[in-house]
């Protein structure tokens, strides 16, 4: 249930709606006008205001300007009979969170208020996670979009735990971050955090690294030596391109994980280790144990957390921020009493790249541009790359009509699917009825051609 206001200048029309919002559970207050709108959101609030566009005095558009000072919480909804898009988008410009054009069903009114208030309640929930992670170090793992902040919320599940986690992304996204971090955020922080490059240790070097040996145990073997997981006692420990670890060492961690005990190369005796085991790899491990070159068991027993990191390309609201913080990084190699910094222009450059080298790339690109800047240090579009520039005269001029091409596909595939039903076509693309047939006016899709012909 919510409290909800009704803003119509004609009687009969807040008596329907009243009565259909209340009948769906709701508390329903209804008003004339826009200036008892603000009049009854001032004594109560509402959670959201169905008010319609054309009114005496104020508009619907100017209520939900002044909403937007007097009660920004406050969803708003914007009904009208006049069927125009650039209103309708004008509301949303202003803050509406969606539009009903009149007439409307009850199912329609009822999808849209239902959207309206659950974007609120997850609006709600995002802010007190949010609250929740500010006792959580990130150190490093930076990003205001979306995906990072899934991500921060990750972190703090799996860090509290002794959970075995895989971390899995492209090179260079940052996973030996992510895994400092879980480190950071656990009660093994004041203990070591160790990193072991699978890839980097030949299979005869890598089972003494993680395990240590014994004196005497092979050829220039003078003394004992103790292993990585000894080394990290308490703490944590980071297997890197985990896909590369030869089948013998993997059947040996294998029972590491299950028994929490180790034996050195050459020893007897079992050693017991308290090491919480993070891996991480850039390879696609089920592929592999499909393949049968990576142990399902040992698949199964390192995925207890799996922790997806999407490329910088996939996150391209991320870049600026990543950008300051590596330059903020990178100042020491800047020439004296040099700031570096991205012009506007440097960084929408920036966003249209692709980075198949992720942040690793990203901050070579911002080392070199910043040798390359002038004296104010501002780094502008000539000081980047060729290949960025090439990417830009590529991707410019067609981009938009091969948007609108695929997007009218889609509509029409939908509804072939649904048989003509706009509702159908509409519930299988997530958009609304009012926006499907926007769009068919727009690309002049006629839906009755898509509907069984009628036996004779």
């Known amino acids: 249930m919510a409290r909800i206001l009704v803003v119509d200048d004609k009687a009969s029309m807040r008596k329907m709606l009243s009565a259909a919002l209340a009948a769906q559970g709701h508390e329903v207050r209804a008003v004339g006008g826009g200036g008892e709108a603000l009049v009854a959101l001032k004594r109560q609030g509402a959670a959201l205001v169905l008010t319609d ?33 650039e209103t309708a988008v004008e509301a949303m410009r202003l803050g509406a969170a969606n539009f009903l054009a009149k007439p409307f069903s009850l199912d329609a009114l009822k999808v849209v208020v239902d959207k309206a208030l659950a974007m609120n309640e997850l609006r709600d929930e995002n802010r007190g996670l949010r609250a929740q992670l500010q006792d959580y170090q990130f150190e490093g793992v930076l990003g205001t979009g979306r995906s990072v902040h899934r991500l921060h919320q990750l972190i703090a599940k799996a860090a ?31 203990k070591p955090f160790l990193k072991v490059h699978c890839a980097a240790l030949a299979p005869g070097v890598i089972e003494s690294e993680l395990f240590g040996h014994e004196r005497g145990s092979f050829t220039g073997a003078h003394q004992r030596r103790l292993g990585r997981f000894e080394v990290a006692a308490g703490g944590t420990l980071l297997l890197d391109e985990i896909g590369d670890l030869p089948p013998e060492i993997q059947v040996k961690l294998l029972r590491v994980l299950q028994e929490k005990e180790i034996e050195r190369v050459g020893g007897t005796v079992p050693i017991t280790v308290d090491v919480r085991l993070i891996a991480a790899t850039n390879r696609d491990l089920g592929a592999l144990v499909r393949e049968g070159r990576f142990r399902e068991d040992l698949f199964f027993r390192l995925n207890v957390v799996p922790v997806l990191i999407p490329p910088l390309r996939e996150r391209k609201e991320d870049i600026e921020p990543l950008s300051a913080h590596l330059l903020e990084r990178l100042k020491g190699n800047a020439r004296p009493g040099c700031s570096p910094s991205l012009s506007a222009a440097a960084v929408k450059r920036l966003k249209g790249y692709a980075f198949p080298g992720n942040i690793r790339e990203l901050e070579n690109i911002l080392q070199r541009a910043m040798v390359l800047s002038g004296e104010d240090g501002v780094i502008l579009p000539e000081h980047l790359p060729l290949e960025l520039h090439a990417v830009r005269r590529r991707s410019g001029g067609d981009f938009n009509a091969q948007v609108e091409s695929l997007e009218r596909r889609l509509i029409l595939d939908a509804l072939k699917a649904g048989k003509g039903s706009q509702s159908e076509a509409a519930k299988a693309l997530g958009m609304s009825r009012t926006l499907l047939i926007y769009k068919l006016k727009k690309f002049g899709i006629q839906p009755g051609s898509f509907r069984p012909k009628r036996r004779a």
């Open 53 to 85: 566009l054309r009114m005496p005095g104020l508009d619907g558009l100017g209520l939900t300007r002044e909403l937007r000072t007097l009660a920004p919480e406050t969803a708003v909804v914007v009904m009208t009979a006049f069927g125009t898009v």
């Open 160 to 190: 509290p735990t002794d959970s075995a986690v895989l971390i899995t992304g492209e090179s260079g996204t940052g996973k030996e971050l992510v895994a400092r971090a879980i480190h950071a955020n656990s009660r093994r922080s004041a």
